[in-house]
C-alpha cells in the first residue's frame, strides 16, 4: 500500500548512543516532516525538507540531524541520545501543505 | 505568526452522544483547514479538509464548515461510537513558500458504551 513508511516501530537506546530513524514514501511527495509527539505537547516539528536537496530547521532542532537522502527518503539521526528525547516520532510527507500530509506510523523511542 | 486554538480535553460522551470540538484560528491569507485523527498507538490520519471559506468538510459521519468571519473550523458528528475514541488535531496550512501545517495541541475524545 502506498503511504509513508518508518523504522524501527520501537527502539530503546543508553544515554550517548546513536542512532538513524528511517522514512521512506512512495508517493512522490515534495516535501517530508519529521516531528516528535509527547504528552500535553502535542506535535513539535523538529525538521523537514521542502524538496529534494534541501533541509531546514523547525521548533525543536536541536540534538538532532537529518538527511534527504532522495526524494523517497528522510533519515533523523539522533548522535548521542538523551532522556529527553525519549518520545514518539513522526514522518510525514506532502506533495504541497495545503493538500494534508500523510504521516508514517511512529517510532517509540526510549532513552534510559 | 499563525496559530491554531483547541479546546482542551479530554472529552468524555456516552455513545450516541452528540460531538463537539471547537477550533479557531489566526491566520494571514486564505489558509487550508485540516482535522485529523490519531487512533490509540497509531500515526496521525487525514480526517476531513476545507479549502475555502464556507466549504464544508465531511468524513465518516464527521462535518467542519470552515467559518472565516468566525475564524472557526468546529468538529462536529451528530452520533458518536466506541470507536470514535481518539486524539484530534486541527490544523492549517501556514503562509509563505514553504506552507507547514501549523497544529492545534489535540483532543482527546473517550466514548462510553
Known amino acids: 500500500n502506498a503511504g509513508v513508511t518508518q523504522t524501527p516501530k520501537f527502539q530503546v537506546l543508553k544515554t550517548g548512543q546513536s542512532m538513524t530513524l528511517q522514512c521512506a514514501q512512495d508517493?512522490?511527495?515534495?516535501?517530508m516532516y519529521w516531528y516528535r509527539q509527547d504528552p500535553g505537547m502535542g506535535l513539535r516539528l523538529i525538521y523537514y525538507s521542502a524538496s529534494e536537496g534541501t533541509t531546514d530547521k523547525g521548533e525543536v532542532p536541536n540534538g538532532y540531524n537529518v538527511s534527504r537522502l532522495n526524494k523517497r527518503e528522510f533519515s533523523l539521526r539522533l548522535e548521542s541520545a538523551a532522556p529527553s528525547q525519549t518520545s514518539v516520532y513522526f514522518c510525514a510527507s506532502s506533495s504541497q501543505a495545503s493538500y494534508g500530509y500523510t504521516f508514517g506510523s511512529g517510532t517509540r523511542l526510549t532513552v534510559v | 505568526g499563525d496559530s491554531v486554538t483547541q479546546m482542551e480535553g479530554p472529552v468524555t460522551l456516552s455513545e450516541e452522544a452528540f460531538l463537539t470540538i471547537n477550533c479557531t484560528y489566526t491566520a494571514t491569507g486564505y489558509p487550508s483547514l485540516f482535522w485529523y485523527v490519531q487512533y490509540p498507538g497509531e500515526g496521525l490520519q487525514l480526517l476531513l479538509k476545507a479549502t475555502k471559506a464556507d466549504d464544508k468538510g465531511s468524513n465518516k459521519g464527521f462535518e467542519a464548515t470552515y467559518r472565516k468571519e468566525t475564524t472557526s473550523f468546529h468538529l462536529e458528528k451528530g452520533s458518536v461510537q466506541v470507536s470514535d475514541s481518539a486524539v484530534y488535531f486541527c490544523?492549517?496550512?501556514?503562509?509563505?513558500?514553504?506552507?507547514?501545517?501549523?497544529w492545534g495541541l489535540g483532543t482527546s475524545l473517550a466514548v462510553n458504551p
Open positions: 490544523a492549517l496550512s501556514g503562509a509563505g513558500n514553504n506552507r507547514k501545517l501549523i
Open positions: 508517493m512522490n511527495h515534495n516535501s
